[in-house]
């Protein structure tokens, strides 16, 4: 069936350390990617999206690019700051007309100053 | 805008009690959605609703949940009899549309301990 896989938490890192979270798919057709991202305290919110092969999401300073031939979505960022401590979540649809959103298992993400 | 609303926000229940958990979506969203989330897991979604009907409900555990939503905006969840395997957060979340450019706004959930 279609899944999701993402790299174990938690993620330490210091303030302005270069980041990424890898996350790899599998899925019937072809998806719809997207990265997740769960605050402390706060619901799920969409961060950034691709939909087609080569496609790169960009938000708030973080980027994935949809990798068709590695079936990968990382999410990088150059530099984090404390306030992007949070739980990021990798998800698919696949565009077959109705959203059914797949996720992943999260990635706990805790930077320190 | 206000977001989607749920409540209650924790319930603490034991095995073979009911519960039921109330969301409301953003004004206008025709689509929502119930997911489970258990500790250490991906949202897993229970079931989708477009309006009043009922668009998915594969993964939902018909023996002993339910879910409604009669006008076609508000929605409740219900568990009856829970387990101790249903402990887990109860998200609702909801989105314009079906399409795949109508984002997907959550709740902040309802934590269930089923004890």
């Known amino acids: 069936g279609d899944s999701v ?3 174990e938490g938690p993620v330490t890192l210091s303030e302005e350390a270069f980041l990424t979270i890898n996350c790899t798919y599998t899925a019937t057709g072809y998806p719809s990617l997207f990265w997740y991202v769960q605050y402390p305290g706060e619901g799920l919110q969409l ?4 939909t087609k ?3 790169k999401g960009s938000n708030k300073g973080f980027e994935a690019t949809y990798r068709k031939e590695t079936t990968s979505f990382h999410l990088e960022k150059g530099s984090v700051q404390v306030s992007d401590s949070a739980v990021y979540f990798c998800a698919l ?3 077959t ?3 059914k959103l797949v996720f992943g298992t999260g990635t706990r993400l805790l930077v320190s100053p | 805008e206000a977001g989607v609303a749920q409540s209650p926000r924790y319930k603490i229940i034991e095995k073979r009690q009911s519960v039921a958990f109330w969301c409301n979506p953003i004004s206008g969203h025709a689509t929502l959605y119930w997911y489970q989330q258990i500790l250490g897991q991906g949202p897993k979604l229970l079931i989708q609703f ?3 009907g009922v668009v998915d409900d594969s993964q939902l555990p018909k023996d002993r949940f339910s879910a409604e939503r009669l006008k076609g905006v508000d929605s409740t969840l219900k ?4 387990k101790l395997e249903d402990s887990a957060v109860y998200l609702c979340a909801s989105s314009f549309g079906q399409h795949l450019n109508s984002p997907l706004h959550f709740g902040n959930g309802t934590r269930l301990t089923v004890t």
């Open chain 1, 53 to 55: 092969a080569d496609d």
């Open chain 2, 79 to 82: 568990i009856q009899p829970a």
């Open chain 1, 93 to 95: 649809i696949l565009n």
């Open chain 1, 97 to 99: 007309g109705f959203q």
């Open chain 1, 47 to 50: 961060l950034l999206k691709a």
């Open chain 2, 50 to 52: 477009q309006n009043n």
């Open chain 1, 5 to 7: 896989t993402q790299m």
